[in-house]
């Protein structure tokens, strides 16, 4: 390098002696690059004799080897697949663990792939290679959704189309198999049929499970290969995030956080939340390194078959970069699968045996990090990285965390000091006038249940106390063999809801973290809203029966919606918060007639029965549109004003809680408020309308405090994510299979996709409603850009509407201004 100083031109850029630009004039590059190159790909062991750099030649043949080396087959011209594969050999080795024995940073699969990169579609076609062409029309498939045998049958025609010798692959198989050389690949690891270990690292040598001595194969002595009865899908997070840092259409967005967090004091992004900051303060040699990689955790659990009769829990965990910008944060290809956990059953408490592998690798990128290229920067520097939360639903928050979400103390913030009531067959979780002041009114009202509220608000308990409370846990073994368990016993009222120590708390930060698994909003505002219109309605998700009216009466309170007993037969009173039959009508007539924009929500003409009696078929997203947009009208005049006022009043909370820009003082009042909507609801609804979800609303303005806007931590994008991971299960007899296939294809074609050119792609595709250009007018008021969303109708105007628009554009039109009198 030293030499190569003082051969650069006036740009300050030489010839590159990697072993893939190969001092090519097309090639120059600064010395950082040149340094990064060599450093990544070896040095041209060809090159013996430095022309480029000042040495001299001895004879004419040496040039002629030289030349040889590199102008025999010069580049194609228009060949976008050289800057991708630049990108992916950056990955492979600048690292120790991937260079081979030569020390030359390519193995032969990267060379077949050089190979492919500059030889001809087909003869004399100088101006596109095989590989820019497959990846091109591999996208295309996956873009417009072809099927495989659609696309076997366009190459079998485009083989016989174009002229002899082509390099036009026979299938899509063999054009998969081309491609899967820029993926990243992923790992087997067998697993106990009973969830009790995995066959990995010290026990991949084992035929039997160490704990409950399982087969390790489903037929030990069969004679040719074996088949492992559960098998773990891995896909290692380290080369993915080294892909990030390798392109450099991704690599500028790893440092957003550092670069673009707000400066007004709004939270638009986790860097604003208390979380982010209390992390970095604690951990400052981390945090001065933006480069340094923030992921989130998802995990649930889909059926890959749909809808059909046939259970099967299959559980992908997905981890998501906080480094990268807002507006990226929805994409699909931001995910990293990294675990693909088996089915049929969940793996419920014994999730912390397949995170094993994950875990272990997060260790090692705290404490150690990975040597990466910056294709931004052009740099070498060594990464870490850390998890900062989880994201999941109520049931596999408690499978992460180890506290269950069941029982008297099913609400893991409240912990020991959970509030509730027991009631008929159920546990209520009301009382939440312990969480207003001490000289609030409301505390001394007796319609709640007969009693004064005196006891202070449960205490959050601190990181230590909550270390200190697993200390005591027993030992718990792993796996879901007979001889394991027992009789399912219930537990005290006494005692705590800890059923293991979670796995992450082997990470050395874990337990400092001030939101370790976050409440999923998606799941609260869908339950919470079912729970209100169902018992509003009176339908099948009513929390109103017969046995909460009877809980009113054992506790003396709301005498007048008793239960009234006539004939032998008992009859239920009208209630405040439930519609009369004319105005259910009413509020399902205005539900039907809602016309949402394109793209915006569900038809809910589709949602409502035709005799607009009732409600059908909602998804999560179209309770959130009726919480916040739909119910505040709807409830207006069909229930009494101090019903409607509350509901009103908890639709807002929400609206303020999921905004995209949040204000500190706004979510502290937003706590305030829900305080006293939560106690406004005890006064109107039975306790058994207070399940976990209703008294977990309570804590989602704290959670935003800490962890920022909602959006980028709630499960909506990861369930649409596993919606795609469905789509890729073409096998129903191997639905891991399936997917762990396609999701390797898509990593690779998506990666491609982001140096095509001249073609469509996910990266620039058009919006849904995209306007078309229109033609330019001369008066700016008819300048707006739109379209017409039906045929055209001519209509004739009244006079005071000709009237009124004439005014509108007289009055708005800045070029006639100087002709108004």
Known sequence: MEIAKNHVNGEGKGYCPCKSCANSKRSLQNLATIYAHIHDRGFLQSYTTWVYHGEKYSNASEIERMWASNADNPPLTNNEMFDALDGVIGEQNTYEENVNEHGDGLDTE??????????????????????????????????????????????????????????????????????????????????CINDCALFWKENSLMQNCPVCNESRWVDKNTKGKKVAQKVLRY???????????????????????????????????????????????????????????????AVDGFNPFGNMSQTYSMWPVVLKTYNTPPWLYMKESSFMLTLLIPGPKSPGKDIDVFLRPLVDELKTLWTDGVQMRDAHTETIFTMRAALLWTINDYPARSSL????????????????????????????FVGHRRFLTKNHKLRENLLFNCQKETRDPPKQLSNAKILKQLQGLPIRVPGKHPSHGGVKRKRAVSELNWSKKSIFFELDYWSSLLLKHNLDVMHVGKNVCESLLGTSLMNEKSKDTPKARQDLEKMGIRKNLWLTKN????????????????????????????????????????????????????????????????????????????????IIDLCTVFQKICARSLDVKNMEKAHKDVIKILCNLELIYPPAFFDIMVHLVIHL?????????????????????????????????????????????????????????????????????????????????????????????????????????????????????????
């Open 235 to 297: 896909f290692p997070l380290t080369s993915r995030l080294r892909r990030r840092f390798s392109s450099r259409f991704t690599a500028k967005d790893m440092i957003w956080h550092n670069t673009g967090r707000s400066t007004d004091g709004m939270m638009r992004h986790p860097v604003d939340g208390n979380a982010w900051q209390e992390f970095d303060n604690r951990y400052p040699n981390f945090a001065k390194e933006p480069r340094n990689v923030r992921l989130g955790l």
């Open 110 to 191: 990267f060379d077949a792939l050089f190979k492919e990169l500059n030889t001809e579609l087909y003869p004399s076609c100088n101006w596109m290679s095989s590989l820019n062409f497959l990846a091109k029309l591999m996208h295309i498939k996956v873009i417009n959704k072809w099927t495989d045998s659609s696309f076997d049958q366009l190459l079998e025609f485009l083989r016989v189309a174009f002229p002899k010798e082509n390099k036009i692959p026979a299938s899509h198989y063999e054009a998969k198999k081309k491609l899967r050389k820029i993926g990243l690949g992923y790992q087997f690891i067998h697993a």
């Open 567 to 646: 004939n032998n037969k008992f009859y239920q009173p009208h209630a405040p918060y439930s519609f009369t039959p004319i105005d259910r009508e009413r509020f399902c007539k205005f539900i039907r007639g809602v016309r949402l924009p394109d793209g915006f929500g569900s038809n809910f003409k589709n949602k409502v029965l035709p005799n607009n009696s009732n409600k059908i078929g909602l998804k999560s997203h179209d309770y959130h549109i009726l919480m916040q947009r739909l119910l505040p009208t709807g409830v207006q005049g069909c229930l009494p004003s101090n019903v409607s006022t509350t």
């Open 401 to 428: 965390s180890g506290w269950s979400g069941q029982g008297y103390k099913a609400c893991s913030t409240c912990n020991e000091d959970t509030p509730l009531c027991s009631i008929t067959n159920k546990i209520a």
């Open 701 to 821: 303005p704290e959670e935003a405090i800490l962890g920022g806007p909602v959006y980028m931590r709630w499960m909506y994008p990861f369930e649409r994510y596993m919606k795609k991971l469905k789509a890729y299960v073409r096998n129903k007899a191997r639905p891991e299979g399936s997917i762990a296939e396609g999701y390797v294809a898509d990593e690779a074609l998506t990666f491609c996709s982001m140096y095509l050119e001249g073609m469509q792609t996910k990266f620039n595709r058009p919006d849904r409603n995209a306007d078309a250009d229109i033609p330019k007018r001369h008066l700016h008021v008819f300048s707006s850009q739109c379209r017409s969303i039906s045929k055209k109708k001519i209509i004739s105007l009244s006079e005071d509407v000709r009237k009124s628009l004439e005014w509108f554009v007289l009055s708005n039109c800045d070029e006639i201004k100087d002709y108004k009198s």
